[in-house]
């Protein structure tokens, strides 16, 4: 069948990630897992999707229970390139939202990966680097203890600097496609800043999700609380709707944990004052969903949401003790119930 300049860009965006040292390349081994991951949560029979069932099946229908290792396993007879575009382009001809649920699938496939590399390979900090810290608290703890404790924060603080990053680039422009927009970054947005009222045409605001259709401007927050935003930062946030409001765009709230707090009271009100609109827990995933459609409704549901809803039953609850230990072959952090093996390549860890 022919296939669209479209379909051939989606196939090949959703096999590469990045350039350089730090590209991810998916092979046809990891697309075809991929893409047979995509008919089980869709219940999309071998007829439409041109492909049979992988002959290894994996462990769980659930992919974030699914090894990441299992997909760069080789599956017998795996589909060649060409194979695989056909079948994507077969799929979304019966189904054109396949080709979105597909791509994002790949995103966060591809995120992960590039995020177990980092933890793998993030440099040990030197003294060079971090020694000076050591004033603060020499004298006053054994030596050879606060030179751990000043290796291991700065390495943790590396890693979670990263982990930042990659979500970064993962979370909302996912979040935005499923809703039928896009990030836009503050060079390129309708919205502008004001200055005593007037719109500055040199400065605009990064948008979590714009929907030009409906001109909307979208504010993702997973949970708003007094400790999560100083008094300077929550100004920036109350005036994103008053500068929507400038720009001629509805602003729209969206909070995923309905925690009350006077801040999230404070940011609802500011939107309405603004013509916007607001959606908090359930009606934010409702709405979000009511949005995606039917089949992007289904990524939110299995990729979006469960981890999200999980990790937020420990906001409250004091974290478990961890013993932390590294060797130059792995690192082990051992909770209460369970261990995480991290293999180290060099430059490495201890």
Same mark, same amino acid.
């Given at each position: 069948?022919?296939?669209?300049?479209e379909i051939?860009?989606?196939?090949?965006?959703?096999?590469?990630?990045g350039?350089?040292?730090d590209?991810v390349?998916?092979?046809?081994?990891?697309?075809?897992?991929?893409m047979?991951?995509?008919?089980?949560?869709l219940?999309?029979?071998?007829?439409?999707?041109?492909?049979p069932?992988?002959?290894?099946m994996?462990?769980?229908?659930?992919y974030?229970?699914?090894?990441?290792?299992?997909?760069?396993t080789p599956?017998?007879?795996c589909?060649?390139?060409?194979?695989?575009?056909?079948?994507?382009?077969?799929?979304?001809?019966?189904q054109?939202?396949?080709?979105?649920?597909?791509?994002?699938?790949a995103?966060? +496939?591809?995120?992960r990966?590039?995020?177990?590399r980092?933890l793998?390979?993030?440099?040990?900090?030197?003294m060079?680097?971090?020694?000076?810290?050591?004033?603060?608290?020499f004298?006053?703890?054994?030596?050879e203890?606060?030179?751990s404790w000043?290796?291991w924060?700065?390495?943790?603080?590396?890693?979670d600097n990263?982990?930042?990053?990659?979500t970064?680039y993962?979370?909302?422009?996912?979040?935005?496609?499923?809703?039928?927009g896009?990030?836009v970054?503050?060079? +390129?947005?309708p919205?502008?800043?004001l200055?005593?009222?007037?719109?500055?045409?040199d400065?605009?605001?990064?948008?979590?999700?714009?929907?030009?259709?409906?001109q909307?401007?979208?504010?993702?927050?997973l949970r708003?609380?007094i400790a999560?935003?100083?008094?300077?930062?929550?100004?920036?946030?109350?005036?994103?709707?008053?500068?929507?409001?400038?720009s001629?765009?509805?602003?729209?709230?969206?909070?995923?944990?309905p925690t009350?707090?006077a801040?999230?009271?404070?940011?609802?009100?500011a939107?309405?004052a603004?013509?916007?609109?607001?959606y908090?827990?359930?009606?934010a995933w409702?709405?979000?969903?009511?949005?995606?459609g039917?089949?992007?409704?289904?990524?939110?549901e299995?990729?979006?949401?469960?981890?999200?809803?999980?990790?937020?039953?420990?906001?409250?609850?004091?974290p478990?003790?961890?013993?932390?230990a590294?060797?130059?072959?792995?690192?082990?952090?051992?909770?209460?119930?369970?261990?995480?093996?991290?293999?180290?390549?060099?430059?490495?860890l201890?």
């Amino acid at each position: 069948m022919s296939i669209s300049a479209e379909i051939k860009k989606s196939f090949s965006n959703a096999r590469i990630l990045g350039n350089g040292d730090d590209r991810v390349t998916l092979t046809e081994c990891e697309l075809y897992c991929l893409m047979s991951q995509c008919w089980i949560d869709l219940g999309i029979v071998e007829s439409v999707s041109r492909l049979p069932s992988l002959p290894n099946m994996p462990p769980s229908t659930d992919y974030y229970r699914i090894p990441l290792a299992w997909f760069q396993t080789p599956q017998p007879n795996c589909p060649s390139a060409s194979l695989l575009l056909d079948s994507l382009a077969y799929c979304v001809k019966h189904q054109p939202d396949f080709r979105l649920y597909f791509e994002n699938l790949a995103t966060l +496939h591809k995120r992960r990966l590039k995020y177990q590399r980092i933890l793998s390979t993030q440099p040990r900090p030197t003294m060079n680097q971090i020694g000076p810290r050591s004033l603060l608290e020499f004298g006053g703890v054994d030596d050879e203890l606060l030179a751990s404790w000043l290796i291991w924060r700065k390495w943790i603080f590396d890693v979670d600097n990263r982990a930042a990053q990659e979500t970064g680039y993962l979370f909302e422009p996912v979040l935005a496609s499923c809703l039928g927009g896009e990030a836009v970054g503050s060079r +390129h947005s309708p919205v502008k800043r004001l200055n005593d009222g007037v719109a500055r045409t040199d400065e605009g605001r990064q948008i979590d999700c714009y929907d030009g259709e409906n001109q909307l401007a979208y504010e993702f927050k997973l949970r708003v609380t007094i400790a999560a935003s100083g008094q300077g930062r929550f100004a920036e946030e109350l005036s994103f709707p008053v500068e929507c409001r400038a720009s001629g765009l509805t602003p729209v709230l969206i909070v995923l944990d309905p925690t009350p707090s006077a801040r999230l009271t404070d940011l609802i009100r500011a939107f309405e004052a603004n013509g916007g609109k607001h959606y908090v827990g359930s009606d934010a995933w409702a709405h979000m969903e009511a949005k995606a459609g039917e089949i992007m409704a289904v990524f939110l549901e299995k990729y979006i949401k469960p981890p999200l809803v999980e990790m937020a039953k420990y906001e409250d609850t004091l974290p478990q003790t961890l013993e932390i230990a590294c060797t130059s072959e792995a690192m082990t952090i051992k909770g209460a119930k369970a261990i995480l093996r991290i293999p180290r390549r060099q430059p490495h860890l201890g």
